[in-house]
């Protein structure tokens, strides 16, 4: 299956061609958006194909961070998920999402982690409270072994609870992420920071933050993550089995039952020191129900951000102390 259509049959991948395609509509839609499946179709097949092409890379970036905005995994998708997953809608996005991934400003969503180019966001603890460094955000030496524990005590706990209201649904972890003391960094762009700051799953909504370089050492061992087989082999190849803490969430996301699985973080980090999510995988994985080939169940990738990079391993990377502020306002963020 082509790129296009791996990011048609993904949730995230339709919601940012729409933005998309509501960018380029001669009316003043963006904000303002159509309800009805047939309004989708008739604004998309209006707009001027050219002018996707002429987007900025800012626009297509500000397209994404609404598709990431508006990533849930605890709940049923919201009412714009459900028409942009009309068959007719699908249809209609496809020369658009086909024209965004095109241009040169997309062409490096595709590529692997910049080993050169790593940042990490930090926001304040509060209004007026900034960490004084970033030592509060390194991982411990045993973050992986902790994020283990915690997470076979959810599973017992939810167990639990399964058992004494089997018809009462849930709410639990819904990330399949190592999240917690793990450190996760993204790149940064030309007037933008860290990627992180515009493109970033169940946002703080902060309108400050810190950057700080991250420094890379040697050469990391990195799994890539590019579409769905990627985080599928992942799981496959280190399993681990959460049936119990993800069976509310992500039945009401995905409206499947399945054994639900993630990777066991801990049998990863021995044969790789992080693991990367492209802007490709990020358009085409997220949200799924993807099917496991060698356990009988499936996966979930949700809670990881476009060209989020987990570093399993502590060893391979340093945090400067250098940060650099900055704010947001109605134009954006800008570096103060």
Partial sequence: MDL???ALASPRGRFF???VAYKCSPDDIYFCRPITPKDVRDVVRAVDIQAVARLSELDLLDALSLATDFARYWQPPDDEDVLFADPEVVETLRPVIAAALDSPHARWWGESVDLDDQRLVVHPYSVDQWPESTEPYRP????LELWRQRALEWESRFRSLRIDRPDH???GEWWSTPAGNTLSTSRSRDGLGALELLLEEDSSGCGEARVWPVHVLGTPRVYEIAQPTDWASLVDSYPFAVPESKWSDWFV???ERHDWFIPDWVAVAEDYDAVHLSIYGYLTTP???IPLSHN???????GWDPDA?????NDVITVEDEPTLWSRDDEGWRKT
């Fill in 309 to 313: 990079t987990w570093w399993l391993n």
């Fill in 140 to 143: 411990s030496e045993d973050h």
């Fill in 17 to 19: 061609a729409a933005n």
């Fill in 287 to 289: 949200g799924l129900a």
């Fill in 169 to 171: 649904q849930v709410g």
């Fill in 296 to 302: 009988s169940g499936a996966t979930v990738l949700a």
């Fill in 4 to 6: 296009v259509a791996l």
């Fill in 253 to 255: 996301t995905t409206g």
